[in-house]
T-cell receptor
């Protein structure tokens, strides 16, 4: 998966609980991204970060939060405000080219 | 709104045949396009890209064609193999000032022996 590690592979969330998905890259890429993928659909952008200590909302940021304290790490928190969190979450990073490289994903389900 | 879409949600081909996956885009300002392959339960894998100043680009067994006049993108896979079975996404970058990609909904390619 090109040096991008997502963990855990599977995650279960209880109602009212916040959960955090990890994304780490060793590619020395400046930009990192979080996408949500629902069954049979394309990828929708949640948040992205072009540089350390900076991030922007994507198209579906409500109910999610992120931080970018280190270049190699871009964790995503799915908060209790996200009422429909069940999905496949994908993290990507991008260096000097326009190509985004993806991790293997985290599948989040609600108990 | 601006979107990237696909003409065929599922494409079934016989092993050894050529496959053509199509994609329509609506934003004439898009200057960069990517094709990704996603196998079940995995993250998307980069296949090939093309800039808007090109009409064609070839890789190993794959060719991407860009027709800016009709805003159409296609991915051609030569001698399709069972390992090519996956969902294929096109994505566009809408100009050099943005770092974001917009993805289409995907086409599932099924390869039969």
């Amino acid at each position: 998966d090109g040096g991008i590690t997502q963990s855990p592979k599977y995650l279960f969330r209880k109602e009212g609980q916040n959960v955090t998905l990890s994304c780490e890259q060793n590619l020395n890429h400046d930009a990192m991204y979080w996408y949500r993928q629902d069954p049979g659909q394309g990828l929708r952008l949640i948040y992205y970060s072009q540089i350390v200590n900076d991030f922007q909302k994507g198209d579906i940021a409500e109910g999610y939060s992120v931080s970018r304290e280190k270049k190699e790490s871009f964790p995503l928190t799915v908060t209790s405000a996200q009422k429909n969190p069940t999905a496949f979450y994908l993290c990507a990073s991008k260096g000097s080219s326009n190509i985004q490289y993806f991790g293997a994903g985290t599948r989040l389900s609600v108990l | 709104g601006e979107s990237v879409g696909l003409h065929l949600p599922t494409l079934s081909v016989q092993e050894g045949d050529n496959s053509i996956i199509n994609c329509a885009y609506s934003n004439s300002a898009s200057d960069y396009f990517i094709w990704y392959k996603q196998e079940s339960g995995k993250g998307p894998q980069f296949i090939i890209d093309i800039r808007s100043n090109m009409d064609k680009r070839q890789g190993q067994r794959v060719t991407v064609l860009l027709n800016k006049t009709v805003k159409h993108l296609s991915l051609q896979i030569a001698a399709t193999q069972p390992g090519d079975s996956a969902v294929y996404f096109c994505a566009e970058n809408m100009g050099s000032n943005t770092d974001k990609l917009i993805f289409g909904t995907g086409t599932r390619l099924q390869v039969f022996p």
